[in-house]
Structures are given as C-alpha cells and as structure tokens.
Nanobody, 115 residues
Framework: QVQLVESGGGLVQPGGSLRLSCAASGSRFSAYAMAWYRRAPGKQRELVATITSGGSTNYPDSVKGRFTISEDNAKSTLYLQMNNLKPEDTAVYYC?????????WGQGTQVTVSS
C-alpha cells in the first residue's frame, strides 16, 4: 500500500527558503504524475506544482519562478524547493498524485512565513 509522508516545513522569514520532501513507501513516483498542494487557513486547497512521469513541470503564476518541483526516483522522494517565500505562502503543504488520490492524503507539513 502506497503511503506519502511530507516533511521539511517550518517557520521562515519573508524572503527565506525551505525545501519540502515527500517520501513514498510502496511505490515509485516515476510511474505517476505528481504534485504539491497547499491549504491555507480558511481557503480551498491549491495546486502549487506539478511534474509529469516524463519530468515536465508546471506552476501557477502565484509561485512561478520561486518554487521548483523535482523528484529522485531512486529515493522515491518528491521535493519542493521554495525560494523568496512570502507571507501568503503560509499553508499546510501536501504531496499527492495529479490528479490526487483520496487515499494518499497525508498529514502534510506546515509552512509559516512571518517576520
């Protein structure tokens, strides 16, 4: 059974950087399109980065140029490098397939951007 565990979140000042990790057990990412999502308090879940099985990436305008999604299939780990973080990036971040599978949602990792 596939499980995803997110880590790497924390408190960071505006302009700072964080790298999130998503470790998979029971499967490899290479066979699936994957994505990072986030949910801010009082807001709907938002897609912030996608990567296809072929390695093509895509980002919404809100994070384009600041966030980078990547994967290490040998380690079965998905990453999200986040640079120049803004207070509006504060949210719980999750990884999942794209489109998401309901049974794959994990606990997420909290990212707080504040001075």
């Amino acid at each position: 059974q596939v499980q995803l565990v997110e880590s790497g979140g924390g408190l960071v000042q505006p302009g700072g950087s964080l790298r999130l990790s998503c470790a998979a057990s029971g499967s490899r990412f290479s066979a699936y399109a994957m994505a990072w999502y986030r949910r801010a308090p009082g807001k709907q879940r938002e897609l912030v980065a996608t990567i296809t099985s072929g390695g093509s990436t895509n980002y919404p305008d809100s994070v384009k140029g600041r966030f980078t999604i990547s994967e290490d299939n040998a380690k079965s780990t998905l990453y999200l490098q986040m640079n120049n973080l803004k207070p509006e990036d504060t949210a719980v971040y999750y990884c999942n397939a794209n489109p998401p599978w309901s049974r794959l949602w994990g606990q997420g990792t909290q990212v707080t951007v504040s001075s």
